[in-house]
């Protein structure tokens, strides 16, 4: 079976980022699919190894094609932005921005180029980069930027329940005023492409209210009427299996039990919540986390990035407590949504479709 190369990038220094990578790549099942390159610093890839206690070694590569692919060597391309003891764990910092930063548009080029067919990303700190001049709410917006991206949406996942968002990194109070049936229809359009991507044939998709109930006929708001089932209408005229709006207090559950495949989410917190609740574990005997599950997605780009459905964790960041579930999950889904994609991206057609970018 041919072994697909991907870009995966280290996330913050002062985060878990470099912890959660070097301990993915431990992970047998990940070579024997893929040759995953990390975009990153030795120095922080280094001192992960270090304070995980891993048996791994460096394998520095100026390209994709370079990298040996070997269970045991981390082939990583290194941008060399960090010195030894130039930054502290746990802070944000200009220069731990930076480099995140460059870390991803770095990855962006490759995939662009057709070297890569995905990126897998590390968390990010969102102050840092804004420290460092990139005004930037997170990696979906930088992705849809850098590849000249328009319509996109945030994609959560967490076993067999997934979540797309209509809105995402705003005020509440404006996600509210950016709920419009185009918007709504276009999300509806990158969940049924997004399932399809992820192996469903006939993808069932449920979507979610915006208010109480659905407004109880009016009640409680109008967007439900104005908005929502208007876009549902069109989607279904397209051919498309959905229902909607769902009253957002039940439509997750059913999508757990298997009578919709995706749900459309109206705001951030709506769709994270139950998504993290499903994925993430809490030890409270140790006082932790035993397992973060789940991965992060953005449908709609030239080019296929999933990411880990968590930050940075500063809160545990080089002391190696770090679970990297969740970036051997975003691995194994990006490797899907590759073979399932009509994305196989080369120069000339990324350029063809981006010109300019």
């Known amino acids: 079976m041919k072994r697909e190369r991907i870009a995966i990038t280290m996330g913050d220094p002062a985060g878990i980022g470099s912890e959660v990578v070097v301990k993915a790549l431990t992970q047998k099942s990940v070579y024997e699919k893929c040759i995953p390159v990390v975009i990153g610093d030795y120095e922080a890839l280094w001192d992960a190894i270090r304070f995980s206690g891993l048996n791994l070694s460096l394998n520095e590569v100026q390209a994709p094609e370079e990298a040996v692919g070997k269970l045991g060597v981390v082939d990583y391309i290194n941008l060399n932005y960090l010195k030894p003891n130039s930054w502290n764990y746990k802070e944000n910092s200009v220069l731990c921005?930076?480099?995140?930063?460059q870390y991803v548009i770095y990855a962006i080029q490759l995939a662009k180029e057709g070297k890569v067919a995905a990126v897998i990303t590390a968390p990010?700190?969102?102050e840092s980069i804004n420290m460092a001049g990139h005004h930037y709410s997170g990696h979906t917006e930088i992705f849809a930027?850098?590849?000249?991206?328009?319509?996109?949406?945030m994609l959560l996942a967490s076993d067999n329940l997934r979540v797309i968002h209509v809105t995402t990194h705003c005020a509440l109070i404006e996600a509210c005023r950016l709920i419009r049936k185009e918007r709504v229809l276009k999300v509806i359009e990158l969940a049924n492409k997004a399932c399809k991507m992820l192996g469903i044939e006939n993808p069932k998709i449920g979507v979610a209210g915006l208010n109480p109930h659905c407004s109880e006929n009016g009640l409680f708001g109008t967007e439900e009427a104005s908005e929502i089932i208007p876009a549902v209408q069109m989607a279904q005229s397209q051919g498309i299996d959905v229902k909607g709006p769902e009253s957002p207090d039940t439509v997750f559950v059913k999508c757990k039990a298997g009578i919709f495949d995706i749900v459309v989410a109206m705001y951030h917190d709506q769709g994270h919540i139950p998504l993290k609740l499903n994925g993430f574990q809490w030890n409270a005997a140790e006082n932790k986390y035993s397992s973060v599950k789940g991965i992060n997605t953005t449908i709609g780009l030239p080019i296929i990035r999933v990411s880990v459905d968590h930050g940075t964790a500063f809160g545990k960041a080089g002391e190696g407590r770090a679970s990297a579930d969740s970036l051997v999950e975003a691995i194994e889904v990006g490797l899907t949504m590759a073979g399932n994609?009509?994305?196989?991206?080369t120069p000339e057609k990324y350029y063809e479709k981006h010109e300019g970018v």
């Open 97 to 101: 921005g930076e480099a995140s930063f």
């Open 341 to 345: 994609s009509d994305l196989k991206v």
């Open 145 to 153: 930027e850098y590849t000249g991206t328009k319509d996109f949406a």
């Open 124 to 126: 990010i700190s969102k």
